[in-house]
């Protein structure tokens, strides 16, 4: 099992652009979320998709749009770039039950310019 | 949603000597997780509490759960330099949607 994937694992934007980062998962978990961590910060969440079909807002949706593709795939677009929006973006997933242990993947770092 | 507090913010050690963090919320907490961040990687999952006054080891890791189920703790015995990162505590929110709330982190930095 891969676990977490995401792509790609850095990206340098000038303000303005578009991108979207894309997430995966091949252990059945219902829930995927996109987090962002800023240096020194902690871990902050954008969207989060509790299912297939399903997705809601968390603490910083502001700049972002995210789709569930289906159960494995979760991305995360950016519509117009902001140096603000220069972070590390985590995809994480869980089951909707249970311990909600979530799997995070390794990062993407963006930088916006 | 709920929130929760973790101190300190940083913490250096020498090797050897004993390490904690805490985390704390001002309501009742269901349930509590522990993450790990090595530096430059992503956080990995530690443990869950679930039960008031809980306890669980891992090696030279002991977790608790307060009494009162407002407040954690992370304890490291003996750091080694394998130990530094950032420790995160989070806790699940109150949908049924795995929506985990996650502490600002403690970063443990070991002197050799």
């Known amino acids: 099992n891969a676990g977490v994937t995401q792509t790609p694992k850095f990206q340098v934007l000038k303000t303005g652009q578009s991108m979207t980062l894309q997430c995966a998962q091949d252990?059945?978990?219902?829930?995927m979320y996109w987090y962002r961590q800023d240096p020194g910060m902690g871990l902050r969440l954008i969207y989060y998709?509790?299912?297939?079909?399903?997705?809601d807002k968390g603490e910083v949706p502001n700049g972002y749009n995210v789709s569930r593709l289906n159960k494995r795939e979760f991305s995360l677009r950016l519509e117009s770039a902001a140096p603000s929006q220069t972070s590390v973006y985590f995809c994480?997933?869980?089951?909707?039950?249970?311990?909600?242990?979530?799997?995070f993947g390794p990062g993407t770092r963006l930088t916006v310019t | 949603g709920q929130q929760v507090m973790q101190i300190p913010q940083y913490q250096h050690v020498q090797e050897g000597e004993d390490f904690t963090t805490y985390c704390n919320s001002s309501?009742?907490?269901?349930?509590i997780q522990w993450y790990k961040q090595r530096p430059g990687g992503h956080p990995v999952f530690l443990i869950q509490?679930?039960?008031?006054?809980e306890v669980k080891k891992q090696k030279r890791l002991t977790f608790q759960f307060g009494e009162a189920k407002k407040n954690s703790s992370l304890h490291i015995t003996a750091t080694q330099t394998t130990d530094v990162g950032t420790y995160f505590c989070?806790?699940?929110?109150?949908?049924?949607?795995?929506?985990?709330?996650f502490g600002d982190g403690t970063t443990l930095t070991v002197k050799p």
């Open positions: 252990m059945n978990h219902n829930s």
């Open positions: 309501t009742t907490l269901s349930n």
């Open positions: 998709s509790a299912s297939e079909g399903t997705t």
């Open positions: 994480a997933s869980s089951f909707l039950r249970g311990s909600y242990e979530q799997y």
């Open positions: 989070a806790h699940p929110g109150n949908t049924n949607a795995g929506k985990s709330t």
């Open positions: 509490l679930v039960k008031s006054g």
